[in-house]
């Protein structure tokens, strides 16, 4: 049997030089658990695992514990792993390869959700230079950088757009968008972001050849909105000319998700978990000293700033970020496939062993299909482990589904 777990999801961490970028992945990419139990480790230098936070079913279900396999449970919450990406070089003018330039940018390709770390203190120019707090406008860079992800998506498709069109044209309206998706797949682009695209851009019924290039333009401009969307990391917010800024692109930006974030402190507050000084939790809206007389006088003061900044933020927002991306903006669920709908168990006994990251709507055959091929070729049926109540092929799994599929093949 092929086992196909569902993919994991790329989150790409993108932003001018010196917002940040490599504090929150570092600050993200941290967890204070023993190696042996990483499902995960680092995959390349820029590449890292990092956790969504979850509440673990298995309390919900009156169990003492678990026996987390694919993701992590630490007291209660279920860390489960998505893949990072520290995308450096984004500058103006960087999809005509100024900077480091397009090889950068070309990571970008499979990311399914993109993290835009912004300097909200305005502590750095337009070039990534520190300047000093309030002097730069973070709205500028998130338009700058925005505009660049645009015209790099629109230097991809429109070499090629010219013959592709022409193909295009011949097509029935199903078989359009199943070519461009086919030919846009380099780049996550899927059927439903370029159904999208076309109904929001009013395109589906103008033979692609006689698009003008603002139509174009338009169409791609939606197609990278919904193949990748974007999260505001509204970072430094520990430093005081960030909170008017915030704001301020609160209120001009109604509908985008911004999420004040200090990576700084996130990071400073995993490594004295790690060292065992703090009780802390990423996503947690407190901390707690474990022993106050080993902490060094400076230890403690940047802990107690930490603590100011936590009473006024209620997190640092890194944990924030990374399940907005996800929950939010991918609108995804988790669910627990199990084996055996009674005891919670897959095949050998392990309670809870996988919690999947699933697009809201997928049904009980598609998630058959993501645990391996041949159960969801074979499906019959599938039970809610919680009501223990058989359900069908088209049911639509909610958040902390327990699931267990019968199928033909065993
Ligand atoms: N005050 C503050 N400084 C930060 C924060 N995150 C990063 N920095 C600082 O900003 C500078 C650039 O950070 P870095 O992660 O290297 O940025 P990158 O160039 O975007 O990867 C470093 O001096 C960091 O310590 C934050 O949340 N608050
Ligand atoms: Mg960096």
Redesign the pocket.
């Given at each position: 049997m092929s086992l196909m777990p569902p993919p994991q999801i790329l989150v790409g961490v993108v932003?001018?030089?010196?917002?940040?970028?490599?504090?929150?992945?570092?600050a993200a990419t941290l967890i204070s658990v023993p190696i042996e139990n990483r499902p995960f480790v680092t995959i390349e230098p820029n590449v890292g695992i990092g956790y969504v936070r979850s509440k673990c079913v298995h309390k919900e279900l009156g169990l003492k514990n678990c026996n987390p396999r694919n993701s992590l449970c630490i007291q209660g919450e279920r860390f489960i792993p998505i893949k990072l990406m520290?995308v450096?070089g984004l500058i103006r003018g960087a999809h005509k390869g100024r900077g480091l330039g397009n090889k950068f940018l070309d990571n970008l390709r499979q990311a399914d959700v993109l993290l835009h770390?912004v300097?909200a203190?305005g502590?750095t120019d337009e070039e990534?230079r520190?300047v000093k707090p309030g002097y730069r406008d973070p709205m500028d860079d998130i338009i700058e950088i925005e505009h660049e992800i645009d015209e790099w998506m629109f230097s991809i498709i429109s070499k090629d757009w010219p013959r592709l069109a022409r193909t295009l044209d011949h097509l029935d309206y199903s078989h359009m968008i199943e070519t461009l998706a086919q030919r846009l797949s380099g780049l996550s682009i899927r059927r439903q972001h370029v159904i999208y695209a076309l109904k929001s851009t009013k395109l589906e019924s103008s033979k692609p050849s006689t698009w003008r290039e603002e139509e174009l333009r338009a169409f791609i401009v939606e197609l990278r909105k919904i193949s990748k969307p974007i999260v505001i990391v509204a970072?430094?917010?520990?430093?005081p000319e960030a909170e008017d800024n915030i704001k301020r692109l609160m209120n001009k930006l109604p509908g985008r998700v911004i999420i004040p974030?200090?990576?700084?402190?996130e990071l400073l507050l995993r490594r004295a978990a790690n060292r065992g000084l703090i009780r802390y939790l990423p996503g947690d809206s407190d901390f707690e000293i474990i022993n106050e007389s080993k902490l060094t006088p400076a230890q403690r003061k940047a802990l107690n700033i930490v603590k100011s900044l936590l009473k006024k933020w209620s997190s640092t927002g890194v944990q924030q970020a990374l399940n907005a991306a996800v929950f939010n903006v991918l609108e995804m669920i988790v669910v627990y496939p199990v084996e055996d709908p009674n005891k919670f168990t897959d095949s050998k006994g392990f309670i809870l062993p996988d919690a999947y990251l699933i697009k809201k709507g997928t049904t009980a055959r598609e998630l058959a299909y993501m645990v391996h091929t041949e159960l969801g070729k074979g499906f019959l049926y599938a039970i809610n482990a919680k009501t223990k109540q058989r359900v069908g092929e088209n049911y639509i799994l909610q958040h902390n589904d327990v699931i267990k599929v019968v199928s033909t093949i065993k």
């Open positions: 932003g001018k030089t010196n917002v940040g970028k490599s504090t929150f992945f570092a520290d450096a770390i300097d203190a502590s990534g520190p970072n430094k917010a520990d430093i974030v200090s990576s700084l402190a």
